[in-house]
């Protein structure tokens, strides 16, 4: 009897199971495989079955929209994940010496990542705006001949969005590598400090090394961020001046929805998979095998 | 004051060496640049357009006015419609609840069949979701867009709520089983001995277990799908824009002199729900994105 309960109760779950099952199946392996399957066509506005190798992705990689976006996602992904890492380690760090008001701190350090890409963007497009925003603060200020319009500026425009990400992002970083800094144990600390060990020489050789984990998550999911990037640079500069601020995720969306060349799309963003892929699997499993090894 | 006595003049010395105030500076000064942002766009949006074109971004609104505030939510031009943000504010919050609520409650019994009971193909099902985590969401937008217009949810609120379902199926998943398998396995297995079925036990058993979870996976999920824009603009349809696409269109298609006050004003009023969610739950909101973060 109670044999028979187990079973039912089996089936009930996995019949509740089924709906994500579905999704699992159909749209996350389908879906990518069905894309996969796109990117091998000739399709334009509509897709069809006709094969043509890999024809997309030689048209796609002498695209220079293309190679553009995808190194301005490099110089993007490089600086945003290394000084968010950076400055939220060191806000993190600075809140750990028993500072009054850490809480007042903390929140303050952390709302902007409860706000929309959009909000984020079209603050800081205010604020570095040539006309209105820094460059005039400045100047009424008396430096006359003070220019700062990184915004409109081809070479410079990308760095506008790294400072308007790293603001929205740094608070982030402060939170979960504060949640490893207060998780080392409490005996190594001492024991650094019987040793007469300066507090930075610590945090670098000691505590960063222990907290390895939780920059390999930040890391993680700051990557993930950086190929999704879309709403920020559309907020902001919209991909000018000129194409000096366009990015992957928009030449996807572009070329899906507006210039209506489906086969591009899917090559594209077929390409931004395996990429993220060939970054993201050697990395985790160098963590967990390190991780393993230490236990 | 007696004569000869030595009474200690001035405040009393304090351990306050430079490495504090170095500490509390750096703080302070980082505080500061965080804070900016938030500054500017609340006194722009106080500000009459004449005092914005003399300059002085960062000077006291002279003549501070509400008027940005209230043609931004009632009258502000999107396109060739003039009725405020507010329209886009009610989609928000009619695409936001369903969504929260489906994605809750999907999240919630997917954690509670993983944790609880073998289902075979269960983990394999369990390792793909979590994978899923990585594909850039461009990689499914045109099987998502072939998909939801046969299923007939694409350009309506179905589309919209379906994708954001499907987007938050492996956070939710995850945030529920890890919440349940941290439960003593002796409550369900109570509840089995006494011959509840699966619904059963988790309709007396887990779900009363489940509130604190249940307000951070609310927090985190009303937060992200308020603040989603690309979903919203690919699969909502014309008539469900949420508030961030009706905010982009708003500041970014405007012809003639734009209107900086008003624009800073409809940007605040976007960023109210989750800035007002973000400071009334506090730690919740912490717990909901470090939960989320811990991933790997």
């Known amino acids: 009897m109670a044999g028979f309960r187990w079973k039912t109760g089996t089936v ?30 000739s399709s334009k506005m509509l897709a069809n079955w006709n094969f043509v190798g ?48 850490e809480s007042v701190f903390r929140t303050i350090f952390l709302y902007s990542y409860a706000t929309s890409f959009i909000v984020v963007g079209l603050v800081w497009r205010w604020i570095f705006n040539p006309g209105m925003g820094i460059q005039d603060v400045v100047r009424d200020l008396g430096f006359a001949s003070f220019t700062f319009d990184w915004i409109v500026n081809q070479r410079m425009a990308i760095f506008t969005i790294v400072i308007a990400a790293i603001w929205h992002g740094a608070g982030l970083v402060m939170v979960i590598a504060l949640a490893g800094i207060r998780g080392v144990d409490a005996e190594i600390w001492k024991a650094l ?36 990037l879309y709403d920020l640079v559309v907020a902001m500069t919209n991909g000018g001046p000129g194409s000096a601020t366009e990015v992957p995720a928009k030449f996807i969306v572009d070329n899906l929805f507006e210039r209506q060349n489906i086969g591009l799309a899917t090559a594209a963003s077929t390409s931004l998979l395996v990429m993220l892929l060939a970054v993201i699997v050697p990395w985790l499993l160098l963590g967990n095998a390190r991780r393993r090894s230490r236990a | 004051m007696s004569a000869g006595a030595i009474v200690p003049e001035g ?74 943000l507010r329209v886009g504010f009610w989609n928000s919050v009619i ?47 045109y099987p998502l867009v072939r998909i939801a217009s046969t299923l007939g949810l694409f350009g309506n609120l179905g589309g919209i709520v379906f994708v954001q379902v499907v987007f938050a199926l492996p956070v939710m998943t995850l945030l529920f089983r890890n919440y349940y398998a941290s439960l003593p396995e002796e409550l369900f297995k109570a509840a089995r001995v006494d011959g509840a079925g699966f619904w059963r036990t988790w309709f007396s058993i887990m779900l009363p277990l489940s509130g604190p979870m249940l307000v951070v996976a609310c927090i985190l999920k009303v937060t992200n799908t308020w603040n989603d824009y690309i979903l919203g603009l690919i699969f909502a349809g014309r008539d469900n824009l949420p508030m961030t696409v009706q905010l982009n269109n708003m500041v970014n298609s405007t012809l003639g002199e734009r209107e900086y006050n008003m624009e800073m004003a409809a940007t605040l009023l976007t960023a109210l729900v989750p800035l007002v969610i973000y400071f009334v739950s506090g730690r919740w909101f912490v717990r909901g994105i470090a939960a989320g973060a811990v991933k790997g």
Not at chain 1, 193 to 201: E, I, N, S, T, Y
Not at chain 1, 205 to 213: E, K, Q
């Open chain 1, 193 to 228: 400090k019987v040793d007469g060990v300066p507090a930075w020489r610590a945090y670098l050789h000691v505590i960063l090394p222990t907290v390895r984990g939780s920059i390999l998550t930040a890391a993680v999911l700051m990557m993930i961020g950086v190929v999704r």
């Open chain 2, 95 to 141: 695409i936001t609840i369903p969504s929260a609520v489906l994605a809750i409650l999907l999240g919630m019994i997917n954690g509670y069949a993983l944790s609880f009971w073998r289902v075979p193909w269960a983990n394999w099902m369990f390792a793909i979701l979590m994978f899923g985590t990585f594909i850039p969401y461009q990689v499914l937008f």
């Open chain 1, 12 to 41: 009930a779950a996995a019949i509740a199971l089924l709906p994500t099952a579905c999704v699992v199946l159909f749209l996350f392996v389908g879906g990518t495989g069905w894309a996969a399957l796109v990117s091998l066509t």
């Open chain 2, 11 to 84: 405040p009393r010395p304090r351990h306050f060496g430079w490495a504090r105030l170095g500490i509390y500076a750096f703080l302070i000064v980082a505080a500061l640049f965080f804070l900016f942002p938030l500054y500017v766009m609340v006194l722009t949006s106080l500000k009459p357009m004449a005092e914005i074109r003399m300059g002085g971004l960062l000077a006291w609104p002279s003549d501070p006015t509400v008027e940005p505030w209230i043609k931004a939510w009632t009258s502000a031009c999107t396109g060739l419609r003039c009725e405020g």
């Open chain 1, 54 to 101: 890999f024809q997309q992705y030689a048209t796609l990689f002498s695209n220079p929209r293309w190679l553009t976006s995808l190194a301005n996602m490099v110089i993007f992904g490089l600086t945003y994940i290394g000084s968010t890492l950076v400055v939220g380690f060191l806000l993190a760090i600075f809140l750990d010496q028993r500072v009054k008001g």
